[in-house]
Every structure is written in structure tokens, then in C-alpha cells.
């Protein structure tokens, strides 16, 4: 009888809603269905953006898929705000947790509501590492989920943006993947991530020159960090596993990109080609 082939974990790169904002310009941007024919043109697997029915039923009409964004601030919120994206299909959902000042033992609660949320409607939240919510420091983010766990006894599903954390420590680009390392165990059960370059000083930082050269600091970023993530994650990744990456890009007016920066759209649609790169390379030498 012949061995049935292994089915090899797989990567969705996922375009931000949010870096088109206001695109091509704020006075004539793309409507919805421009937004969506430009995004499956350029090889994307859908897009992040908030429950937005109009954008999800688009996505889904043209065999792309929709993973969703949202805020909840209080155990009150979730079950509503949950069950918006699991009525449009969306499965994952990253969740912004709370405030800057909120307690751990508070947030661990709405933490608990999310999840209960989740599994009600077959989907599944995860929490991310962000500024300005309950997890904007490393220290605060695995408080929560050690408080999660001893409480709850399962770990708290989370989403990894290193590039807050990045910019917290001011770290140097090789230290990059070594100091933002901490719970391995918490990246690789997760399936979702967000992925924007950054630098120890900045967190977002520009793809390419607008030349179509990648700009120096990005290729570090890949080397440094992007690499080595992907990798931690595919160390864990169970046969069939499939990771979500969104290249999380802000517009200009963001707060992210300066006005210096080039195209934020062409240097997402760059930064997915990147990542596709080091997925492939990363997966010649992936075993069960």
C-alpha cells in the first residue's frame, strides 16, 4: 500500500484593508469591488479588515477569503462583536484587547469572554500583542496569558506583532528574533500574524526605495526577524497547518508612514512576494 503524502503546512498571505484607506488618493479611492479585483490580481489570499459585509460578501464571491480585525474593551462587547464576523464566514479574528491601563486580572476576564465568544461561534479570536491595549508591553502580554492559563488551564490564543515590542526595547537589528523570542510555545499554536517591518527605533519601516530596490532596513528586518519567526512557527507546525500573515501596512495619515515613505500599497504587494520567498526556502527543509 502506498504512503499517503504528507500535507505540508501552508502560508495565507492576507492584504490589510487598511492600507488602502483613501487609495490611490483620499478624493477618488478604490470602491470595494476595485479593492478586491486589485487585491486577487495582485496574489493575495483575501484581506484583514473589520466586519464588513459588503467587503466580505466581494471577497468570497471572488474565491478570496476575509480574516477580521475589531476592538473589545469589555466582557459586555464580545459576544456581539465576535458574532458580527462569524455571520459573514470569517474565522479568524485578531482582537484588540482592553486599554493601556487596564489590570491584568481585568483584562484576564474579557480575555475569557473573547474566547467563550469564539467557541460558541465556531471561530476563533486571537488576542494581540498592541499598543494602547492591555498587552502593549511584553511584560503585560505574557502576564495575561500566564494569568489565562493558571486560571483557565489552556494557553490564550494570541496574535505576534513584534513590532511594538521592537521599538519598547529598542533593540538592535541582531537581537532582533532572540529578544522577541519569548513564548515560542504561544507563536507556534497560533494562526495568525501580522508582519510589518520595523526597525529598533521604528515601527513601521518602508519595504522598498520606490525604485523597486528593497529598502536596507527591510532586508535586515527579513533576515533578523522575519526568517527566524517563520521558522519557530514551522518547527510547531502540525501536517496541513496553515499561518495567516498579514502584511500590516498603515497609510499615510496613520501615524505609520511618513511622508517620505513610498507607496504603502506597491511595498505590500512587495513585502508578500518577500515573505513568499522565505516560506518556500524555509519549507525545503520542513519535516513532519
Not at 104 to 118: F, L, N, S
Not at 258 to 279: G, H, M, S, T, Y
Amino acid at each position: 500500500m502506498a504512503k499517503k503524502a504528507v500535507q505540508k503546512p501552508k502560508i495565507k498571505i492576507m492584504a490589510a484593508d487598511w492600507s488602502l484607506r483613501d487609495y490611490p488618493s483620499a478624493r477618488h479611492p478604490w470602491t470595494v469591488q476595485t479593492k478586491v479585483r486589485k487585491v486577487k490580481e495582485a496574489g493575495f489570499a483575501g484581506m484583514s479588515a473589520g466586519a464588513n459585509a459588503e467587503l466580505a460578501a466581494e471577497l468570497h464571491a471572488n474565491g478570496l477569503e476575509m480574516v477580521g480585525g475589531v476592538d473589545v474593551g469589555d466582557k459586555k462587547e464580545a459576544e456581539k462583536k465576535i458574532k458580527a464576523f462569524a455571520d459573514l464566514g470569517v474565522i479568524h479574528i485578531n482582537v484588540q484587547l482592553c486599554d493601556h491601563d487596564t489590570r491584568t486580572k481585568d483584562a484576564r476576564k474579557v480575555a475569557r469572554a473573547v474566547v467563550k465568544a469564539g467557541k460558541k461561534h465556531g471561530v476563533k479570536p486571537a488576542i494581540e500583542i498592541h499598543r494602547d491595549t492591555c498587552t502593549e508591553t511584553p511584560e503585560k502580554a505574557f502576564a495575561l496569558a500566564e494569568a489565562y492559563q493558571k486560571k483557565y488551564k489552556k494557553k490564550l490564543r494570541m496574535n505576534f506583532d513584534h513590532s511594538h515590542p521592537a521599538i519598547i526595547k529598542q533593540l538592535r537589528p541582531d537581537e532582533y528574533w532572540a529578544r522577541l523570542s519569548e513564548r515560542v510555545d504561544l507563536l507556534q499554536m497560533h494562526e495568525l500574524i501580522h508582519f510589518r517591518p520595523f526597525t529598533g527605533s521604528h515601527c513601521q519601516t518602508p519595504v522598498t526605495n520606490g525604485k523597486g530596490r528593497l529598502d536596507r532596513d527591510f532586508k535586515i528586518w527579513l533576515a533578523n526577524y522575519l526568517e527566524p519567526a517563520l521558522d519557530a512557527w514551522l518547527q510547531g507546525a502540525k501536517p496541513g497547518a496553515t499561518l495567516y500573515a498579514v502584511p500590516e501596512l498603515g497609510p499615510q495619515g496613520s501615524g505609520y508612514a511618513l511622508a517620505c515613505f513610498p507607496d504603502i500599497w506597491q511595498d505590500a504587494i512587495r513585502e508578500k512576494n518577500e515573505i513568499v520567498k522565505v516560506w518556500r526556502r524555509l519549507m525545503r527543509n520542513w519535516k513532519e
